[in-house]
């Protein structure tokens, strides 16, 4: 397996990679030594393979001269270890590339996964010599060369997020303790990410306002540990409706099984999170995310009945207000949006991805 970078890439490739472990299979990482990979994959009891790499930029520059030159360098590097493999598994990100080159000039066989709805510059390229790439989105095989192999697993999510839906009960009864919230109000929570959305915490805030006096609603806040003070001090007053600001949250399995409104950006993790565990939602996508991934990632989402996606340029705190409490006393569209979220999820993404990475390494 190859690639990382952030989180994002590497937590969903560990899921795949636990998979193929209890199976039987061999599984090592190669990937940049200063991505979270070089962390994250040891911690998961996985041998890690550093490579030097940098990211490429769009335009001709020395700079994408020298990042593709250290890509060769390291793909030379890895082709004993690559040669020696029965698949390659591309996770996405600049670090994929060395062991799929390698891949390529070797002819082992190689599988990408592609998680947003815009595929990688990497992987775009990639594609022309792929077996096959897992996708997230539906849409995300429009943009790929003709003739590519696409099949759509869905994006891995924890086990313990997919066991939301079955276990919502008892999940939320602990999440009411856990969070100091009550069980009579309905609950909206926003989640910005691991690191937070200024701008969207700063909405937020002022849109605190805007539901004064609202004692059937509870907010739960997900600011990012360096963005608790944007939401802090509205959160302060003792009037409805009741908010609890959380820097981080480490039990997101209690956080959504307890939520009945979601307001996130829409990472290809975040949406799928949401989906598995039926949460309609609210989605404002990153508006400087590569070539609008994000956007294209809610839109997916949207068309499939599961939630509202509203551009950050347009999000005032009225119009989240507005949009919070029209869908908060709908609960039969709720209902429905919840429904759209399973129907589209794939909470089996795990298996899917090991069962093609297994038919190709045979």
């Known amino acids: 397996m190859s690639g990382g970078g952030?989180?994002?890439?590497?937590?969903?490739?560990?899921?795949?990679?636990?998979?193929?472990?209890?199976?039987?299979?061999?599984?090592?990482?190669?990937g940049s030594g200063s991505g979270q990979e070089a962390t994250l994959v040891p911690d998961a009891g996985f041998p890690f393979v550093p490579v030097r790499v940098s990211s490429a930029q769009t335009r001709i520059s020395l700079h994408t001269a020298a990042a593709l030159w250290m890509s060769l360098v390291a793909a030379r590097a890895v082709r004993p270890i690559v040669r020696a493999a029965d698949v390659v598994v591309g996770i996405g990100g600049y670090a994929s590339a060395p062991a799929i080159l390698a891949a390529r000039r070797v002819r082992t066989p190689i599988v990408l996964i592609e998680q947003n709805g815009v595929p990688g510059v990497v992987n775009r390229v990639a594609a022309r010599w792929a077996v096959a790439v897992a996708t997230t989105f539906e849409a995300t095989a429009s943009r790929l060369p003709s003739g590519t192999?696409?099949?759509?697993?869905?994006?891995?999510?924890?086990?313990?997020?997919?066991?939301?839906?079955?276990?919502?009960?008892?999940r939320r009864a602990e999440?009411?303790?856990?969070?100091?919230?009550?069980?009579?109000?309905?609950?909206?929570?926003?989640?910005?990410?691991?690191?937070?959305?200024?701008?969207?915490?700063?909405?937020?805030?002022?849109?605190?306002?805007?539901l004064r006096g609202r004692d059937d609603i509870q907010l739960l806040v997900a600011t990012g540990p360096a963005h608790v003070d944007e939401v802090a001090p509205a959160a302060a007053d003792p009037g409805d409706p009741l908010v609890r600001v959380e820097g981080f949250i480490d039990r997101m399995d209690l956080a959504l099984a307890i939520t009945d409104l979601a307001?996130?950006?829409?990472?290809?993790?975040?949406?799928?999170?949401?989906?598995?565990?039926?949460?309609?939602?609210?989605?404002?996508?990153?508006p400087y995310a590569t070539e609008h991934h994000q956007e294209a990632n809610g839109r997916e989402v949207e068309r499939a009945g599961g939630a509202e996606v509203v551009l950050e340029a347009d999000l005032t705190p009225p119009v989240l207000a507005e949009r919070v409490m029209t869908l908060l006393d709908d609960e039969p569209?709720?209902?429905?949006?919840?429904?759209?979220?399973?129907?589209?999820?794939?909470?089996?993404?795990?298996?899917r991805i090991?069962?093609?990475?297994?038919e190709v390494a045979a």
């Open 6 to 30: 952030t989180a994002g890439h590497v937590f969903p490739a560990v899921a795949v990679a636990e998979r193929l472990r209890e199976r039987g299979h061999d599984v090592r990482f190669i």
């Open 149 to 170: 192999r696409v099949l759509r697993t869905g994006n891995p999510v924890r086990r313990e997020i997919v066991d939301v839906a079955a276990a919502r009960a008892e």
């Open 175 to 210: 999440a009411l303790r856990v969070f100091a919230l009550d069980d009579d109000r309905r609950t909206v929570s926003v989640f910005g990410g691991s690191q937070g959305a200024r701008q969207l915490d700063r909405t937020v805030a002022t849109a605190i306002g805007e």
């Open 263 to 286: 307001v996130a950006r829409a990472g290809s993790g975040t949406v799928s999170e949401l989906a598995v565990c039926g949460v309609p939602s609210i989605l404002v996508p990153y």
């Open 333 to 351: 569209r709720r209902a429905a949006m919840a429904a759209a979220m399973l129907e589209w999820s794939r909470p089996d993404a795990d298996e």
């Open 354 to 358: 090991a069962d093609l990475v297994t």
